[in-house]
């Protein structure tokens, strides 16, 4: 008897899962997950997302066992097992949503498909955000965003399993090599995801406005959707449609509320926005996207730099405070990791690539299209973007005027005066003593001199964007990758104002 494979990927999740549904139309199905050890070589990968996936899995493995199947988990590379299935018991339709993903991924399904060509298996592929395969008009991808979050939700009725072997019992074991495993990250599995989306509806998003900046107040004020969207545990449609029906129930008196929700629900395109780039120039994970301001900081790579931004020995205490939390938890809003790449881009003068490589193992929400575009914008590399650059010690008067978060990440700044909280590298010696603190050991030296650096950097990066090559290659980047949301809804030039909110309205 034939079947139809659904090959699972960063889509974990049972419900608005369009290949899932169009398999379970056409007949029995046969669901696999396939652990690829390339895939969790690259320098992108860490112990936390395998986790992830494996909680998320799991999750997905008993809600298909409730119906009578189950998940086959296989381990090898994927042309392998997939000729493996295939010379056991032919298959005439391989399901699976559209990945954009790193250059690994792209290049693996680019193999997939000359394997279904060549064997003559006809793979379906669904798309998983408002993201357009083979976009040709950047004008018309609004309208094809609102077109597929306003469709029905693809609703997986009672299924029926191909199935030769009584399912074994659940075993997905961790690359050896894999590292890095947050003990406060957020756990996977799609009911997890429900929970926190109900959560976030009904109570938290009250404070979205105005609660998303600061690292105090964000882990509750975000809606803390990004993990489960990245992996696919809940879908960017079903966010979108229980959001603004929440919104359409609130009460007219509920002002702040409605006030939070319309706000998330613009970051949620700009989501796909930034996933876009990525899809319709998968290059920018590895090279400029404005190629004019190649060679800009690439040689100039201060490795000491990088290890002390790695280890949380900037000196700048919000910047250390932000790599703990987020070494901690696996997550950390965008303000902050804004900042902390401004800081890389700038005082340090760090090439964005590897930057992101590490800041890709650190984050447990990490979806490539929205995390190097985000790089290369901080950098100031796009080419089509102000300039942003992030003053940690006014990151902190700002947003821990109080020193709450410093202290909580940074033990050793429990001790230091409230006096010298956002400057205590000009702690004198006597006061020092007093605190039982000693700059350079419990507190460390800033790497540079903050303003200066900031200033040479912000000043190199102007001069290159003087020259002919770079004015001249800017219009092909705002037709490849500009936001006609943003430039069909203004009447009149923005402000600077107006344009660092357009930068910054992206946070979860």
């Known amino acids: 008897m034939s079947y139809e494979l659904v090959w699972f990927k960063r889509d ?69 097992v997939l000729s493996r299935i295939w010379q056991d018991h032919p298959f005439e339709r391989l399901h699976s949503h559209q990945e954009t993903g790193n250059g690994w991924t792209y290049a693996r399904d680019l193999r997939v498909a000359a394997w279904c060509r060549s064997h003559g298996v006809a793979w379906q592929e669904q798309a998983q955000f408002g993201v357009v395969r083979g976009l040709k008009n950047r004008n018309l ?58 959560s976030f509806l009904n109570a938290r998003s009250l404070g979205y406005r105005g609660g998303i900046s600061s690292p105090l107040t964000a882990p509750d004020a975000c809606s803390r959707l990004s993990a489960y969207l990245a992996w696919g545990c809940i879908s960017m449609r079903e966010v979108v449609q229980h959001t603004r029906a929440h919104i359409a129930q609130l009460p007219p008196s509920a002002t702040r509320h ?39 900081r690439e040689e100039d790579f201060n490795a000491a730099y990088f290890e002390a931004l790695k280890a949380a020995r900037t000196g700048w205490p919000m910047v250390d405070a932000c790599v703990v939390m987020l070494r901690e938890t696996g997550w950390l809003n965008f303000r902050m990791r804004a900042m902390l790449v401004s800081v890389a881009a700038y005082p ?57 978060f410093v202290r909580r990440w940074l033990p050793a700044m429990r001790r230091v005066p409230d006096s010298w909280l956002f400057e205590p590298w000009l702690m004198p010696q006597p006061v020092q003593t007093h605190a039982g603190v000693q700059l350079g050991v419990d507190v460390a030296q800033p790497v540079v001199d903050l303003a200066q650096a900031t200033r040479e950097g912000k000043q190199q990066l102007h001069s290159r964007r003087q020259t002919p090559e770079v004015k001249a290659g800017k219009k092909s980047v705002v037709d490849k990758h500009a936001s006609r949301k943003t430039l069909s809804a203004r009447k009149t030039k923005p402000t600077t104002s107006q344009a660092a909110k357009q930068q910054l309205g992206f946070d979860f």
């Open 141 to 198: 991808w609004q309208a094809a965003w609102e077109k597929h979050m306003a469709a029905p939700l693809q609703q997986v009725g009672p299924l029926r399993f191909w199935s030769r072997v009584p399912a074994p019992a659940f075993v997905m074991d961790a690359p050896a090599h894999l590292q890095h495993n947050p003990p406060l990250r957020q756990r996977g599995g799609r009911p997890l995801a429900l929970a926190t989306l109900q």
């Open 348 to 404: 340090l003068w760090l090439h964005w690539r590897p930057v992101g490589e590490w800041l890709a193992t650190q984050f447990l929400d990490y979806e490539p299209g929205i995390h190097w575009s985000q790089l290369q914008m901080q950098s100031g590399t796009t080419g089509i973007n102000t300039t942003r650059v992030y003053n940690p010690i006014k990151q902190a008067q700002d947003h821990d005027p109080h020193g709450v």
């Open 12 to 80: 974990l999740r049972w419900q608005d899962h369009a290949a899932l549904a169009e398999a379970g139309r056409r007949g029995p199905v046969r669901c696999i997950y396939v652990v690829e050890p390339e895939l969790w070589l690259q320098p992108d990968a860490a112990l936390q997302h395998f986790e992830f996936v494996r909680e998320s899995l799991q999750a997905l493995d008993q809600a298909l066992r409730a119906q009578g199947g189950w998940l086959e988990i296989h381990v090898g590379e994927l042309l392998e």
């Open 258 to 296: 409605r006030a939070g929700l319309t706000a998330f629900i613009s970051r949620l395109y700009w989501h796909c926005h930034f996933i876009q780039k990525l899809e319709s120039e998968p290059e920018i994970e590895w090279r400029n996207m404005h190629r004019g301001y190649d060679g800009l």
